[in-house]
């Protein structure tokens, strides 16, 4: 399985940015997708994770309301839209994919990572 995610930058607060990540290797509908994040200093954090057919999301606490995921299956590609992003949103972020069919958590495939910084 290899990810790539891509659409990371430098933002200014309360601008939006949707990451991107691609993946292959294996039927990308038959598997769960998760972003994440990880600032300087800091433990990685979940943000949203999708079911394989797109049907079921969930989401971190600290973006709920703000950040939307989704997925083209067509296309393998697994989306994160933040809106309002806030300079405690710079981080690296992280597109992962389960190990196991279903709506699970055992994410065990990782994208590289993209870098989001926001200005204040």
């Known amino acids: 399985v290899q990810l790539q995610a891509y659409g990371g930058g430098l933002v200014q607060a309360g601008s939006s940015l949707r990451l991107s990540c691609v993946a292959s290797?294996?039927?990308?509908?038959?598997?769960?997708m998760g972003w994440f994040r990880q600032a300087p200093g800091k433990e990685r954090e979940f943000l949203a994770a999708i079911s394989g057919s797109g049907s079921r999301t969930y989401y971190g606490d600290s973006v709920k309301g703000r950040f939307t995921i989704s997925r083209d299956n067509a296309q393998n590609t697994v989306y994160l839209q933040m809106n309002s992003l806030q300079p405690e949103d710079t981080a690296v972020y992280y597109c992962?994919?389960?190990?196991?069919?279903?709506?699970?958590?055992?994410?065990?495939?990782w994208g590289q990572g993209t870098l989001v910084t926001v200005s204040s």
């Open positions: 290797g294996r039927t990308f509908s038959l598997y769960a």
């Open positions: 992962a994919q389960t190990s196991t069919k279903g709506f699970t958590a055992d994410f065990g495939s």
